[in-house]
Structure formats: C-alpha cells, structure tokens
C-alpha cells in the first residue's frame, strides 16, 4: 500500500461531478478514492455512485464550495461536428461553468471536446494512448482553483481507426460515437461496463479521470510536506 493510498483514504476527499451522465468520470476518481456525488439535469439511472438530480451550473454556485474538489464536462453538443452537420442548436455553457467554478474558491477541472479547445484555457489534452486503451479519444481539460496538470507523454497514433460510427475492423482503434455499433465491444475497451451506447458514445474513460484523481491527491500530499 502506497502513502498516497493512505493519506486518500484517512482524508476521504469529497467530488463533485457535474453534468455527470452515466458516470465515466466520477468512476475515474472513485477509483482515484474519491466521494463522489454527480449531478444532472436528467434523471440518470445507470449512475454508479451518489446521485444528486438537478441543474449542475445552480448545484455547484449553492454547494460547491462545500467539495475538496469539482470536475465539469458541460455538454459538448454545441462544439461537436455531427451536431453542426446535422443544423442542430446547443447552448455554450463552458462560460457559465467556468464562472461559477470560480466562485466556489475550490480546485477544479472542466472537460470538453475538440472543437471547443479554444474556449478553454490552456487545456491539457489527454488521449486513450496515454493509458494504453485501444482508443484514441482526445478529451481536453482545463483547470483553475490553484490546481495544475501536466500531461503524460502523448504515443504515437500508429493503428489505424475505425471510421466514425462503424464496426472496428481488427488492428483498428474504434471511435464509438454516434449510432455505433459494438456496444460490448466498447464497454471493455473503455473499461465502463454499466453502461449503454448513449452514455459511451458521450464518456470521458475513466482512466482519464482516475490519473487526474491521483495527480491532485499528489499535489494535495507535497502541499502538506512543504
């Protein structure tokens, strides 16, 4: 057992995941040794951990401040290109969210796609490669609250990947979005095996949010040494 595992577990950190979905990200930082409570506007029953229904941007301005640490994906409908394709309207709630983290005074982290890393702050790119998943997956991470990340090594792309929304072909890394198929499929490269196709096509993997868990719970452990 690691002293980091011992200090998580003596201090029981509390997270507030917010705009949760089906849970890709709060099961990261369970897994991290995290409380984690997620909070949507809709009813989601395959959460896997303690569930709080109702508007995450009103949730975290009333009880944010009472987390040790918040994590946000606000919906990345609007940033998305199927979406444009398709003539589809999203609201942008990037700036929203980002105001009332900061109003908590807490450490945090917001999470988008592609298409909406200009609007976020010096975010830090992660992809399946890093953790050794069959899946490319960029998801970018902006921080604030006095908390940093520094980015694992990025891998080469080297396999190939499977077109958007098709069965993954052997030697090819598969994409999962939008109307795939290989639900199973993606349950286990992904590692989120409570979940259906809605929740995977939109998930952050939780090895994503697992190594962001661990690197605060680091950051919290040198600030206690200094």
């Not at 946000?72 to 290109?81: A, I, M």
């Not at 589809?88 to 980002?98: A, C, F, Q, S």
């Not at 590692?191 to 661990?214: F, K, L, S």
Request: with cysteine; charged share 20%.
């Amino acid at each position: 057992m690691t002293q980091t595992t011992d200090i998580r577990r003596a201090v029981a950190l509390r997270l507030l995941d917010g705009f949760c979905r089906q849970g890709g990200a709060g099961m990261g930082y369970h897994w991290a040794g995290f409380d984690v409570t997620g909070v949507d506007k809709d009813a989601q029953t395959r959460y896997p951990l303690g569930f709080h229904q109702g508007d995450a941007i009103e949730f975290i301005r009333e009880f944010g401040a009472g987390f040790d640490f918040i994590h946000t994906s606000p919906p990345c409908q609007h940033d998305t290109d199927c979406q444009r394709i398709q003539g589809n309207t999203h609201p942008d709630l990037i700036g929203p969210t980002r105001d009332a983290l900061n109003a908590t005074g807490r450490p945090w982290v917001m999470e988008n796609v592609r298409g909406a890393a200009a609007k976020l702050h010096s975010p830090v790119m992660l992809c399946g490669t890093m953790f050794g998943l069959k899946t490319y997956r960029h998801r970018y991470f902006e921080t604030g609250g006095g908390f940093t990340l520094t980015p694992p090594a990025h891998p080469a792309h080297t396999s190939p990947q499977a077109k958007m929304g098709r069965p993954v072909p052997p030697g090819h890394f598969g994409q999962y979005v939008g109307n795939f198929s290989g639900v199973q499929q993606a349950r286990d490269i992904l590692n989120v095996p409570w979940m259906n196709r809605d929740g995977i096509r939109e998930c952050i993997p939780p090895a994503y949010t697992e190594w962001i868990g661990r690197a605060f719970l680091a950051s919290r452990t040198l600030e206690a040494a200094a």
